[in-house]
T-cell receptor, first 112, second 115 residues
């Protein structure tokens, strides 16, 4: 089955700096790679996703890149703000069973 | 739209007791997922349903766990008997389940503490 790894586990940046979170996946057949943000006491919420036929996608301050050959994908947050502080999860969708497998998460702290 | 509704939000019980967690998915969504979140193991997929039918329960830890979806608007996750290692936050999520729409919509979770 699919296995998703994520680094770093914790990340601290100054407000206004950029943050980068990297993930790898194991199943070359996976075709959908979402990123979720979880705030304290709440369920994860989708912030951006990318499909296997696209190399990069941007939405305002957030961008995701995908390298299918290397089975890597990354989340980039520019001009970070204190409200970006949360736990971020990458994930990959197994095509065989329609399952979404999550990475272990990255706790991002943005220091004002 | 009310979103995914889970109950109870918090449950404290003693070892050996039965625990039932409940979930109401978003109306019209065809897929429903139960996840467990712990510090040690992160977000683990326990089971998921498509059109009320269990598709994959390979993540269910053991026979003490069972899940049902009697209709499109209700699902339960039951633990009997509960053990301290079952303490975690249990999330229910639903998804449209149609091709190309794979976003998961999570509830706010049920925090379970087994003493």
């Amino acid at each position: 089955g699919e296995n998703v790894e994520q680094h770093p586990s914790t990340l601290s940046v100054q407000e206004g700096d950029s943050a980068v979170i990297k993930c790898t996946y194991s199943d070359s057949a996976s075709n959908y790679f979402p990123w979720y943000k979880q705030e304290l006491g709440k369920g994860p919420q989708l912030i951006i996703d990318i499909r296997s036929n696209v190399g990069e996608k941007k939405d305002q301050r957030i961008a995701v890149t995908l390298n299918k050959t290397a089975k890597h994908f990354s989340l980039h947050i520019t001009e970070t703000q204190p409200e970006d502080s949360a736990v971020y999860f990458c994930a990959a969708r197994e095509t065989s069973y329609d399952k979404v497998i999550f990475g272990p998460g990255t706790s991002l702290s943005v220091i004002p | 739209d009310a979103g995914v509704i889970q109950s109870p939000r918090h449950e404290v019980t003693e070892m050996g007791q039965e625990v039932t967690l409940r979930c109401k998915p978003i109306s019209g969504h065809n897929s429903l997922f139960w996840y467990r979140q712990t510090m040690m193991r992160g977000l683990e997929l326990l089971i998921y349903f498509n059109n009320n039918v269990p598709i994959d329960d390979s993540g269910m830890p053991e026979d003490r766990f069972s899940a049902k979806m009697p209709n499109a608007s209700f699902s339960t996750l039951k633990i009997q008997p509960s053990e301290p290692r079952d303490s975690a936050v249990y999330f229910c999520a639903s998804s449209p389940g149609t091709s190309g729409t794979w976003e998961l919509f999570f509830g706010e979770g049920s925090r379970l503490t087994v003493l």
